[in-house]
């Protein structure tokens, strides 16, 4: 099968790892002139944070009723179907893969627009080819939203994440927790540098990578045992940060799925995580990690 990934560089580079790592039998078709941000000088996170930026269109698809509706190259006729992340090609009459985090994806996470747009959502279901939920919790919402009748429909795959070598302990004793996400007040990043200032081990380290506020910074700044840093490129995550930490702080308020933890697994990191979404179905409780209420 001959597939369309309608993909833009300021796509997250997990939504890159789908085309790279298809399955036998299916070729993938790119937009033209386009290639991977691997190597890139901005990040996903930076690109991101940009936009945020652009206050006005932002505020529009945050706050007003939409559907996520996107127009597919006409370069994409050539293929037998489309993939889509998340948001739904109106402009063609051909089966599409449709990959979503969560249900509220094909209306900008507004929850007030998928019960408004429901017909219309359940028309473009209806030509999906398949609807690829990236978690269980995914695919129970949808079917609670839309209904038991899309479930043969769907199917539930993970993100491909490479399994890399793990981490190795410190001699001096020291352990090292990690805080890393976009959004530092919804992904918990003040309850977690509370409650690791409020430790007082010496042996312990907390790593930030994230968008903080500078007050917050300046709040913490007598503390030499935390280090901050602005959002890295995914490939200095992989080879500088995850390797030489020991546990993943990951208590956000709100997730669909929550990329870090896969990635942090798969560098051997245990993870203290919040009971969230998709979250309990990577974290195991006393076995891979702690699951706070």
């Not at 919402?141 to 070598?165: I, R, S």
């Not at 994230?210 to 030499?224: F, G, H, L, N, T």
Request: charged letters at 20%; proline letters at 8%.
């Amino acid at each position: 099968m001959n597939v369309f990934f309608y993909l833009k560089p300021k796509f997250r580079e997990r939504q890159w790892d789908t085309v790279k790592n298809l399955p036998e039998g299916i070729s993938a078709m790119l937009p033209e002139n386009i290639s991977p941000p691997l190597g890139s000088e901005k990040t996903y996170f930076q690109v991101r944070h940009e936009q945020q930026h652009r206050s006005l269109k932002r505020r529009i698809l945050t706050t007003l009723p939409m559907l996520n509706l996107r127009s597919i190259p006409k370069e994409a006729d050539r293929a037998d179907a489309i993939y889509t992340f998340g948001y739904l090609p109106w402009n063609v009459d051909k089966p599409f893969f449709l990959e979503l985090d969560n249900p509220y994806t094909v209306t900008f996470y507004h929850a007030g627009a998928a019960q408004l747009y429901k017909p219309a959502i359940r028309h473009y279901f209806s030509k999906a080819k398949k609807i690829i939920c990236l978690s269980e919790a995914c695919q129970a919402h949808l079917l609670e939203e839309y209904g038991a009748e899309w479930k043969e429909k769907t199917v539930v795959h993970y993100p491909f994440v490479p399994k890399q070598n793990p981490q190795q302990k410190q001699p001096n004793g020291l352990i090292r927790f990690l805080f890393i996400g976009l959004h530092f007040r919804t992904k918990g990043g003040p309850e977690a540098l509370q409650a690791f200032y409020d430790s007082k081990g010496d042996h312990l380290r907390l790593t930030v990578i994230s968008d903080v506020p500078k007050d917050i910074k300046a709040r913490y700044a007598k503390d030499s045992r935390i280090t901050f840093f602005a959002p890295l490129p995914r490939q200095q995550l992989f080879s500088e940060i995850y390797p030489n930490h020991d546990v993943l702080l990951f208590p956000s308020l709100y997730e669909s799925f929550g990329m870090a933890i896969l990635e942090a697994l798969s560098f051997g990191l245990g993870i203290i995580a919040v009971h969230v979404y998709a979250v309990p179905e990577m974290v195991e409780n006393g076995r891979n990690g702690l699951l706070l209420p």
